[in-house]
T-cell receptor
């Protein structure tokens, strides 16, 4: 089954304790990205990656890091989490074919609480 | 920069009522795609529809219909004869066909729809 998986799905942590949210896709997609969802703000892009070893900032990158060492994986790293990073996080992937629009697939979401 | 506005923060209706969710967008690009997503209480994002900027034909899918008007930069979503299962947060989103923002979805703030039995 074609899918994007995220782990963990739920996480409660404390300020300053480094954490990683994993994202993996099995569709051989080149493009992957991370979004955060906050009430009243919708979803905003944090980082994206056009392919292996190619990453760039989205609209709200502060406090986050990413890496893309393998095509299927795109982990989101919070080196020193703070309470304002409490949010619902979504990973997404899509193909970058040149004809028409290629559908974007979303993971199930990771609900993070930073105390 | 692109912008999507969903002015209705929350809508509450009684079952079987029709309800329209508004979406207004801003972009200087001529080629773009518009989307609606549904987010039920379980939290996942469910894709509902995609429309490209060159196709202003309205679409109907069962109880759902979409009205795309480039002249007013709007892409509104109507649910006919609403049901309790329609209760969710609905997001309108836009993406460009290319350029430096390739792949990025710009989302509206979301509209919380509650359908009461």
């Amino acid at each position: 089954e074609a899918q994007v998986t995220q782990n963990p799905r739920y996480l409660i942590t404390v300020t300053g304790k480094k954490l990683t949210v994993t994202c993996s896709q099995n569709m051989n997609h080149e493009y992957m990205s991370w979004y955060r969802q906050d009430p009243g703000l919708g979803l905003r892009q944090i980082y994206y990656s056009m392919n292996v070893e190619v990453t760039d900032k989205g609209d709200v990158p502060e406090g986050y890091k990413v890496s893309r060492k393998e095509k299927r994986n795109f982990p989101l790293i919070l080196e020193s989490p703070s309470p304002n990073q409490t949010s619902l996080y979504f990973c997404a992937s899509k193909n970058t074919g040149t004809s028409g629009y290629n559908e974007q697939f979303f993971g199930p979401g990771t609900r993070l609480t930073v105390l | 920069a692109q912008k999507v506005t969903q002015a209705q923060t929350e809508i509450s209706v009684v079952e079987k009522e029709d309800v329209t969710l508004d979406c207004v967008y801003e972009t200087r690009d001529t080629t773009y795609y518009l989307f609606w997503y549904k987010q039920p209480p379980s939290g996942e994002l469910v894709f509902l529809i995609r429309r490209n900027s060159f196709d202003e034909q309205n679409e109907i899918s069962g109880r759902y219909s979409w009205n795309f008007q480039k002249s007013t930069s709007s892409f509104n979503f109507t649910i006919t004869a609403s049901q309790v299962v329609d209760s969710a947060v609905y997001f309108c989103a836009l993406t460009l066909a290319g350029g430096t923002s390739y792949g990025k979805l710009t989302f509206g703030q979301g509209t919380i729809l509650t359908v009461h039995p």
